[in-house]
């Protein structure tokens, strides 16, 4: 069971009308790895991820959380069907997920969005979910702020919420869209942090990001996306140290002074 | 002063009769909460329509508001109470008549149901995509998400457009008596035919309207701004 990847990205494709994002990505990450994915903007980085969990249903390919392929399944024949929307929502429960926009839901109280999904969609005791989401709360650092609504909120603060909003699910990976993008420079180390700990404590995940300091501190494998395409990959010491390909050393000196 | 204008100033008549007035105004209110629950459900029917993937539902949602939102709410009254109950007797070849009640319900719940269409359908539209995006990440339902993530947003979104509908839609109660609901007008009516005097009768009811939609409405706008605030910022 233990070489079953806990996320298997295989041949993804996808397009936007004539506009063809991705072009065939596929790469695993394994459980408690972190894989941090790079590139510039327009290289298909968000869109991955939005395929990874079917927010944007992939045009083929498919994604596989151990094991299982999210967006079909093989049926008492041996046919592979596609899977309804109730079935997809059942699994993409599974990932967790934080946006570049943050997405707090702002008619609720930040322990109300914490909650929200734990109930409505694991139908957990709220009691439960309660002790739970105030777990959460205390390892992103803002139980504190649990009465609060968002908007009352920095955005570092919002953004740590958030982060706890998706961990109350116990998801089996937690996936991050550009998490620190929106963010001042002062605010981002505090959402930097605390995924930091997430992966000292273990915790799977997939982080499409700019901050190039922790790609390479934190990371276990580090993937270089050009125009929809891995055009290298590999250990952040490789990817950092000894870029192999002419558009990584270009990329990479970008974010060199 | 001119004996008229004094007349018509002096409320005593009006009070003489509260019994009977009160009893119109509480028609008045039954007719207006009924008929509010109509135009909130079916607008709400007919946004969702608005905005659905199906051009055909669209199309549907889109003929009814603007059929809705065009009709005169007196003309709706008397075509709902006289035309409509002859229309269906026609279909199912039974003799139909609407309850007064019945009519001025349908009436005015969807001349309304019209304008809160658009309300509702502005409010969701407004909903950033992202809320909608992290609610289906965590996986749950549309239905679900339409339920919890996006109609409270909605709700304090269109609060203030909301209390100016509920508040035309009161004053339009009064037209109810037209087709003899016994509602306030309709017993001033009553009243006058009686005494022979107008005047007063009239002066009151038109205070004790403006009066009631007066203090409801900042009542209202008080509690609401409090509460929509809080997620505002």
């Known amino acids: ?257 | 002063m001119s004996d008229a204008l004094k007349q018509s100033l002096d409320l005593s008549m009006f009070w003489e009769y509260r019994a009977i007035l009160l009893q119109g105004l509480i028609f008045n209110a039954l007719v207006f909460l009924c008929a509010a629950s109509v135009a909130l459900s079916v607008g709400l029917g007919a946004a969702l329509m608005r905005i659905n993937r199906f051009w055909p539902m669209r199309w549907i949602g889109t003929l009814h508001v603007e059929v809705f939102r065009n009709a005169p709410d007196y003309i709706m009254l008397v075509w709902v109470h006289f035309v409509l109950p002859l229309l269906i007797g026609m279909l199912i070849r039974r003799r139909v008549e609407f309850h007064p009640f019945v009519s001025a319900v349908i009436a005015l719940g969807f001349v309304y149901s019209g304008y809160f269409a658009e309300a509702f359908r502005a409010g969701i539209q407004a909903i950033p995509q992202g809320n909608l995006d992290a609610g289906r990440a965590f996986g749950m339902s549309e239905r679900l998400i339409l339920w919890r993530i996006t109609l409270p947003q909605v709700v304090r979104r269109m609060l203030p457009e909301a209390l100016n509908l509920f508040i035309s839609m009161f004053k339009a109660t009064t037209i109810v008596s037209l087709i003899a609901v016994p509602d306030l007008m309709y017993n001033v009516s009553m009243v006058i035919a009686q005494e022979m005097r107008p005047l007063p009768l009239y002066t009151g009811a038109a205070l004790t309207y403006f009066l009631i939609i007066f203090l409801l409405s900042v009542g209202v706008r008080h509690f609401s701004e409090r509460w929509r605030r809080k997620i505002l910022a």
């Open chain 1, 1 to 257: 069971m233990s070489d079953v990847p806990s996320i298997r990205i295989a041949d993804i494709h996808k397009s936007f009308g004539p506009l063809e994002v991705l072009r065939g990505v596929s790469f695993d990450v394994h459980r408690g790895a972190v894989v941090s994915v790079i590139g510039a903007s327009g290289s298909g980085k968000s869109t991955l991820l939005r395929c990874v969990n079917h927010l944007e249903p992939p045009d083929s390919g498919e994604i596989y959380i151990d094991g299982e392929p999210l967006g079909s399944r093989v049926d008492a024949r041996g046919q592979r069907k596609p899977r309804s929307l109730a079935e997809i929502n059942a699994m993409r429960r599974e990932l967790g997920v934080v946006f570049q926009q943050f997405n707090l839901w702002p008619h609720m109280t930040v322990l109300g969005n914490v909650i929200e999904a734990p109930i409505r969609v694991r139908k957990l005791p709220r009691k439960e979910a309660i002790a739970y989401g105030e777990e959460c709360l205390r390892r992103v650092k803002l139980i504190d702020k649990a009465g609060e609504y968002p908007a009352r909120l920095s955005g570092g603060q919002q953004q740590r919420a958030a982060i706890a909003r998706a961990l109350a699910m116990r998801p089996k990976a937690m996936l991050f869209d550009e998490a620190t993008s929106s963010l001042d420079p002062e605010l981002k180390d505090e959402v930097l942090g605390v995924m930091r700990e997430l992966a000292a404590d273990g915790t799977t995940m997939i982080v499409v990001t700019h901050e190039m300091s922790f790609a390479r501190e934190v990371s276990d494998r580090v993937i270089f996306l050009h125009e929809g395409r891995i055009e290298e990959e590999g250990p952040p010491a490789d990817i950092f140290g000894a870029p192999k390909s002419e558009r990584l050393r270009q990329f990479l000196s970008k974010y060199r002074k």
